[in-house]
């Protein structure tokens, strides 16, 4: 493991939500733990744990109700926690980008996918409208897109999950991020597209060397893409090692408990092959 | 979308540029001495056509287009209207006789009295006007009984300009119905012209058409919006007989809007606004209001075949307990009077010494209603239009004053139309109606409203004694006569009280301050050559 | 069996005709607006037969209205005969379909005029100020809605809902009023409250109807801005009534849309807020929004009776008033039909729209 210069550092990060009644709860206590440049980060938790919440977090995309109340996140030298708005757009997208569960609502449903994937490359390359298209393409050609020409036709509705979650990450290779955050980014999509998804973050990962924060809720995925794990319980870190450590030795009992009940569904181990 | 929105405040800006830069003046028409009159009316012009029934702002038009062969003269009053007297004047007649008798009238025309379109207008064509209105559609036919005449051919055509009329007998008001603007003269070659095998009358054709007879041509008919009168060049009178160069015609259907444009001085003559408003304009020293009084009655009608109003008695405790003076005070601001007989204050023959229901005598009505059986009072449905506030005002005041006597009075607003139909049944028992009498004379008045078969008596009143009163007064031309008759009518009518005589609402106009020459005949419609406005 | 050249003409034509028709039948498009055309058709008969028969029933008699106080028995009964009142129901209900299929919506019975012609003479006046006043509502309602969703639960959003909810609980008239009485009498920036035109000017040569257009196409921008000037106070009155409920509409369609998953990837790949707001969520709110844009718009195009008679603007709302008043059920019936049409050809607009602005959404 390379022992350089944290890339992002959550420094004992606490968030309380408000409710409509205007009570507030936290969602958050304390997390801390550190990524480093070109490493695969695994983030596992029970839903509801808080992992989706700390990806949000580190984007400053918390939902309005959502308030940090304290702690640090540490990125490049600077507290993401202080940018303001107008900084923020410079970091996102060009920094840090995250694609999402459920990829098909996560894609302008009015906009054909050429489009949405051209316009980030026109934001973060300053390229012309037609050039950046041109490359639009290419990087859907990257993803595995066949017929990319006509697939960059199509609206959402029209793509199957897999492929809607191959143009999100054409859409983040456009933005060229020094950080890539992926929340469950299979969830929903049938095995075998779920094993392809997973070989194409590890080559992308692999050929552009961009640093993955992976959150997922299966270890199988965790030992299978990562080099690091984070297991969160109840808004709290509760152990922070390396995969081949967590699998070996599980120190805290709600990991041990984890790997109890996440491991025990069957899982076709032809799909990682 | 950014294209849109950019689009929308360019849109938004304009509109807003557009309504602070400078209005768009007429041009001058310096040549022109004398000014435009804007008159805004609460109504609207429904159509033209002489002999049918049609909306009040019409008969304004009528009267400015269709001219009879003798006309009322007019007298300045003392705040400066004009205002028709009883006697007459030739209009298209230069000149009329009447035999000893009262029967044969004899009209000469003037040979230089011409039409819109140039062409004279000759015997011939009162001849056809007189034939239009006994045997044609319209409801002139229910006029021409008060001059005794019964057939058309009791119009002769002597010459081109001599007409001769004979009545069946004598009648008082002959010259007063031929002075109604309904019988002045329509072109007959202009209706033959347009008449069709199914409208033989050219009904269809002077809905929106006249040839003018009278001093006013429409130059511009715009409907619901606008009509413009000119000066028609024809008439008998002369330019010189004109106050105005135009009287514009601006359908303005809001009271509110009408005070704002008046007070504005956008507009000169303001029509139907509320007594409510009078204080508030009476400050502003550019506005003029006019108050003239007149002979339409309101009244509360019970019907006499229906109980328990087919007991005199009832009729007249309620008679006693309804509050005159507040309704007057309140309902009309004070602008009103309160007749005291089914004959208006106002009309020849009126008089008040039979009345004797003053005001607030609760205990004599009590004890009518307990000699007729009522002494536990009842309950009853007063029906008023619901677009009269007026009448829904004053049935509240009814109420209260009933409820004084033990009688529970519910109110029952209904559209006008329906309130109509109700009244045409001649079941309505309780109801407050209104009349008036273009013949502003109390026979004319009786003999519609409450003779036995008359169908305007929607109280079902009938006493034979009061029909010979009125029909003898009717065809009397003494009016030492005519007076004892309608004394004695009144005598009988106020004691069996078939109405409650309510009120008689002052007629409102609102000028600007510099405008002259308001003239009002018995159909209180405006003469607009008249009109002019002092700098 | 013998062919003359004759026939082979004639087969040859039917056959064309079917090849084209089977073209057209194929095109979902024209598939779709030939459904939508016979669903209209089933709607205006319904629409037909109720406005004849509630407006039979309406209280009242036409041919006394039309007898006037000098009424008789005698002539109520002519009058009822020359109106074909005395005919059962159904009878004249038949008569009217019968006219209407020929156009005819019968006699105006107060100005003895064709209503159809009548009613067609409104309608201009109506629809300009209808549309101006819609134009003005998104004007007003859109900024206003998206400021209010964007900037939710801050001062600007309070404000703006504050504008909304007196927007909505005003009185019509009472705002009417009161524009008149401040920008016409008090400020005098505002022409007097008489229809469309400045007295004594000429209205332009009739093409669509409407002032502003035809007086623009008759090279006549001084007329145009006559035109203009009459028509922005009471459009705006009707626009900020009209507001409330589309800022509304607006705010939490837009509210919705910002919480939606591919807003946050717009986000979390740095494309910059204005693009965010104004093309991603606002074409995606523009969905719901539609919906009562159509209400809107037709309600503003039905004519609105308080305005019209405030501002003196002889439009088919104050004409159906009078016509209510008089029992002038011609008129009133085919006001009925002309709303009814309006919205029907709405609806249609809308879904079209509908299609065009949703990928997802096909028209069968």
């Known amino acids: 493991m390379d022992m350089t210069e944290p890339l992002l550092a959550l420094e004992n990060l606490s968030v309380t939500i408000t409710d409509n009644r205007g009570q507030s709860k936290p969602i958050l206590q304390g997390v801390s733990f550190e990524i480093y440049p070109n490493e695969v980060m695994g983030l596992v938790g029970e839903s509801g744990s808080g992992k989706s919440m700390t990806a949000l977090a580190i984007m400053g995309l918390l939902p309005r109700r959502a308030k940090p109340q304290s702690g640090h996140i540490w990125f490049n030298g600077h507290d993401l926690l202080t940018l303001s708005k107008r900084e923020w757009y410079a970091v996102r997208g060009s920094q840090l980008a995250m694609i999402f569960q459920n990829p098909r609502a996560a894609l302008n449903p009015l906009m054909r996918v050429g489009q949405q994937v051209a316009r980030v490359v026109r934001l973060h390359q300053s390229l012309k409208k037609r050039a950046?298209?041109?490359?639009?393409?290419?990087?859907?050609?990257?993803?595995?897109i066949p017929d990319s020409q006509t697939r960059a036709r199509a609206y959402p509705h029209q793509l199957s999950g897999g492929m809607a979650q191959r143009v999100l990450i054409a859409m983040m290779l456009a933005c060229q991020p020094r950080l890539l955050i992926a929340d469950e980014p299979t969830t929903g999509l049938d095995v075998t597209i779920q094993a392809q998804i997973f070989e194409l973050i590890k080559t992308i990962q692999a050929e552009f060397g961009t640093t993955l924060l992976l959150i997922t809720h299966d270890l199988g995925v965790v030992s299978e893409v990562c080099q690091r794990v984070a297991v969160m319980q109840d808004g709290k870190i509760q152990e922070v090692a390396t995969v081949g450590e967590l699998f070996a030795h599980p120190q805290h009992p709600y990991t041990q408990h984890l790997m109890n009940t996440l491991l025990r569904v069957d899982r076709p181990t032809n799909s990682r092959a | 979308m950014k294209n849109h929105s950019v689009f929308l405040i360019v849109l938004l800006c304009t509109v807003l540029a557009s309504g602070i830069s400078s209005q768009v003046v007429l041009p001058a028409t310096a040549q022109e001495e004398k000014p435009q009159i804007i008159i805004a009316y609460d109504g609207d012009i429904d159509h033209i056509e002489l002999m049918q029934f049609r909306s009040v702002a019409a008969y304004d038009a009528t009267a400015n287009l269709y001219e009879p062969l003798i006309t009322q003269t007019v007298v300045a009053n003392d705040s400066g209207e004009l205002v028709g007297q009883a006697e007459f004047e030739g209009a298209i007649a230069e000149s009329w006789e009447v035999s000893e008798d009262g029967t044969v009238f004899t009209f000469h025309l003037r040979q230089d009295a011409k039409f819109a379109d140039g062409t004279p207008i000759t015997a011939n064509d009162y001849k056809y006007t007189f034939d239009r209105a006994i045997t044609g559609p319209g409801y002139l036919a229910l006029l021409t009984p008060f001059m005794a005449i019964d057939t058309a051919d009791q119009i002769q055509v002597i010459d081109d300009y001599t007409l001769q009329i004979t009545t069946n007998r004598p009648a008082a008001l002959t010259e007063t119905i031929l002075g109604f603007q309904v019988f002045g003269a329509i072109s007959q070659a202009t209706a033959s012209a347009n008449a069709t095998e199914e409208d033989p009358w050219a009904e269809q054709y002077f809905h929106q058409n006249s040839n003018s007879s009278g001093p006013y041509v429409i130059t511009e008919w715009n409907q619901g919006v606008e009509y413009v009168f000119e000066p028609n060049p024809n008439y008998w009178r002369g330019p010189e007989f004109f106050q105005n160069s135009a009287t514009i015609f601006r359908v303005v259907p809001e009271a509110s809007t009408r005070e704002q444009l008046l007070r504005a001085g956008d507009v000169d003559v303001a029509l139907g606004i509320p007594f409510s408003s009078l204080d508030a304009l009476k400050q502003d020293s550019n506005i003029a209001i006019h108050a003239i009084p007149t002979t339409r009655i309101y009244h509360l009608g019970m019907n006499n075949n229906v109980a328990p109003f087919d007991d005199v008695r009832v009729r007249q405790a309620v008679s006693m307990a309804v509050p005159y003076d507040a309704i007057i005070e309140n309902v009309l601001a004070g602008y009103g009077q309160q007749p005291k007989s089914p004959v208006s204050v106002g009309m020849e023959g009126y008089t008040d010494e039979y009345w004797s229901y003053d005001d607030g005598d609760l205990e004599a009505a009590r004890a009518l209603l307990e000699t007729a059986g009522y002494g536990d009072g009842f309950e009853i449905d007063l029906?008023?239009?619901?677009?009269?506030?007026?009448?829904?005002?004053?049935?509240?005041?009814?109420?209260?004053?009933?409820?004084?006597?033990?009688?529970?009075?519910?109110?029952?607003?209904?559209?006008?139309?329906?309130?109509?139909?109700?009244?045409?049944?001649?079941?309505l028992p309780f109801f407050i109606e209104q009349w008036y009498s273009w013949g502003n004379d109390p026979f004319y008045q009786l003999t519609f409203n409450l003779k036995c078969d008359a169908f305007p008596n929607y109280v079902n009143y009938c006493n034979p004694e009061v029909d010979a009163l009125i029909d003898a007064g009717t065809f009397s031309r003494d009016p030492q006569e005519r007076a004892d008759l309608i004394r004695r009518a009144q005598q009988i009518i106020v004691e069996e009280a078939p109405w409650a005589f309510l009120y008689q609402p002052d007629l409102i106009i609102a000028t600007r301050s510099n405008v002259t020459g308001l003239a009002l005949f018995n159909d209180l419609t405006l003469r607009y050559a008249y009109l002019g406005k002092t700098e | 069996m013998t062919t003359t050249p004759d026939t082979g003409a004639t087969d040859q034509s039917p056959s064309l005709w079917l090849s084209f028709w089977a073209i057209l039948r194929s095109n979902p498009l024209f598939r779709y607006l030939l459904r939508r055309l016979g669903l209209a058709v089933l709607a205006l008969v319904g629409v037909i037969g109720v406005a004849f028969f509630l407006t039979s029933v309406l209280p009242g008699n036409p041919a006394v209205v039309r007898a006037g106080p000098l009424a008789n028995e005698e002539r109520i009964e002519r009058y009822e005969r020359e109106m074909g009142l005395d005919r059962p129901l159904v009878v004249q209900f038949a008569d009217y379909v019968v006219h209407l299929a020929q156009g005819d919506l019968g006699e105006s019975w107060s100005s003895r005029q064709p209503a159809q012609d009548e009613l067609r003479a409104r309608i201009p006046a109506t629809v300009e100020l209808g549309i101006v006043a819609f134009g003005l509502t998104l004007a007003i309602s859109l900024p206003l809605g998206i400021l209010a969703a964007v900037y939710q639960g801050t001062i600007i959003d309070w404000v703006i809902r504050l504008f909304a909810t007196f927007g909505a609980s005003v009185a019509l008239f009472w705002l009417a009023l009161i524009g008149i009485h401040l920008f016409y009498y008090e400020w005098d920036i505002a022409p007097p409250p008489l229809d469309r035109l400045t007295i004594g000017t000429e209205e332009p040569p009739s093409v669509t109807g409407l002032f502003t257009i035809d007086s623009l196409l008759a090279g006549d921008i001084k007329t145009c801005r006559d035109a203009l000037n009459h028509l922005w106070l009471p459009a705006m009155t009707l626009a900020l009534v009209v507001s409330a409920p589309m800022t509304k509409m607006i705010r939490s369609a837009m509210l919705e849309t910002l919480d939606k998953d591919f807003i946050r990837t717009a986000r979390a790949v740095g494309l910059p807020p204005r693009t965010i707001i104004l093309v991603d969520a606002l074409r995606s709110a523009f969905i719901p929004v539609l919906t009562t844009s159509g209400i809107v718009f037709g309600y503003l195009v039905a004519g609105n009776v308080i305005v019209e008679r405030v501002f003196s603007w002889a439009g088919v709302g104050q004409y159906v008033w009078q016509a209510l008043d008089a029992n002038n059920l011609n008129a009133v019936r085919g006001f009925i039909l002309l709303i009814a049409v309006v919205y029907i050809v709405l609806n249609l607009v809308i879904d079209l729209l509908y299609s065009l602005l949703d990928p997802r959404i096909r028209l069968n």
Request: proline content about 3%; glycine content about 6%; cysteine-free.
């Open chain 1, 132 to 144: 950046a298209y041109e490359k639009a393409l290419d990087l859907l050609q990257q993803v595995g």
């Open chain 2, 383 to 427: 029906t008023v239009p619901q677009e009269d506030q007026g009448r829904v005002d004053a049935a509240t005041w009814i109420q209260a004053g009933l409820a004084e006597i033990g009688i529970t009075v519910n109110i029952n607003a209904v559209p006008t139309a329906q309130f109509s139909e109700l009244l045409y049944s001649h079941e």
